[in-house]
Each structure stands twice: as C-alpha cells, then as structure tokens.
C-alpha cells in the first residue's frame, strides 16, 4: 500500500511537470509569433455538418496583437475521402466567412454560425487556407503560409496539403 501511494504520487507529480512544460512551451511560442507580427492563434477551426449537407464552421481563437482585432474573414477548402475538393453544386469549393469583432488584445473568442454556409455531403477532411485579420485602426494582416506555425498543436486544425488521401496500410 505504501508503494501504490508512491506511484500514485509520482505519477501526480509528472503529471504536474509535463502540464507545466506545455503551458511554458505554448507561452513562448506565442511570443514567437508575437515577435514575427503573427496576430492571432487559432485554437479550433472545424466544421458540422447537418443531415441536409449544410457545413456551418466553428472558430477558437486568441488575440496575441496588441491591437484590436475588428473583422477576421476566413477561407477554407473542404475535400472528399480520395483527396479532392468537396464541391457545392453550383461547383463552389471554397468556404467563407466574415467573423466581427471586437477581439481585444488577449482575448479569446469562438464564433459558430447558426445556419449553414455551404452544402456538401461527402466532406471528411477541411483545410483552413487563409485568414484575413483587420483592426480597428484600419490595418490588415494576411495569414496563408504562417497559419501552420499559428497553431498550438497539430491536431487543432489542417492547413494546406493536409487533407491528402493516404492509402490504409
């Protein structure tokens, strides 16, 4: 009993070690990102679709800018299981979106839309392509090839070139 009360105590003790290395390793890649001019993080990007083939996008994200986020529009391409994209049928293969503000310095905001803005049945895969932030000053900042670094974790959401078909082994 005196061993298990150990390993359980070391076990809670790593835990602690390794879930305060991933806050120190998250803290200082957004003052990397920070540093290069990055605006923002995106912690979720992801779709639900309904049973009519209606996508409605979910978004997460988080203000690192020192300015005051007023608009960030978004563009996603959805693809099928073999790797092209899921067009509409009217042969539209972009998702897009315009989320409003204000997103303060530091804040967190994760906006979903109450209605579909795209129909596809056969999407299983969607790539975040580009996000366009404008601030209340009137500047713009364009995310297309940072948006990989602009992610805490792999897993958040898929950028170009993700949404390949791969062969199961």
């Known amino acids: 009993s005196k061993q298990r009360r150990l390993e359980a105590e070391e076990r809670e003790r790593m835990k602690i070690e390794n879930e305060q ?3 120190e390793r998250i803290t200082v890649l957004k003052q990397e990102l920070q540093n290069t001019g990055i605006p923002l993080i995106v912690d979720v990007f992801g779709i639900t679709t309904n049973s ?10 988080q ?5 005051t ?7 996603a391409v959805p693809f099928n299981a073999v790797g092209d994209p899921a067009k509409e049928r009217d042969g539209n293969d972009r998702i897009e979106g315009r989320l409003v503000g204000p997103i303060e310095p530091g804040d967190q905001s994760i ?7 795209y129909y596809s049945n056969v999407i299983s895969c ?15 900042y364009v995310m297309a090839l940072d948006l990989e670094r602009a992610r805490i974790n792999t897993e958040d959401y898929k950028v170009s070139g993700d949404c390949k078909y791969r062969p199961q082994r």
């Open 21 to 23: 290395a991933e806050q």
């Open 63 to 67: 203000s690192i800018s020192r300015k």
């Open 126 to 140: 969607t790539e975040l392509r580009k996000l366009t932030v404008e601030f209340m000053d009137g500047s713009k």
């Open 69 to 75: 986020i007023k608009y960030v529009t978004f563009e």
């Open 52 to 61: 009519a083939g209606g996508v409605e996008p979910i978004l997460q994200l």
């Open 111 to 117: 906006y979903s839309f109450d209605r579909p803005i």
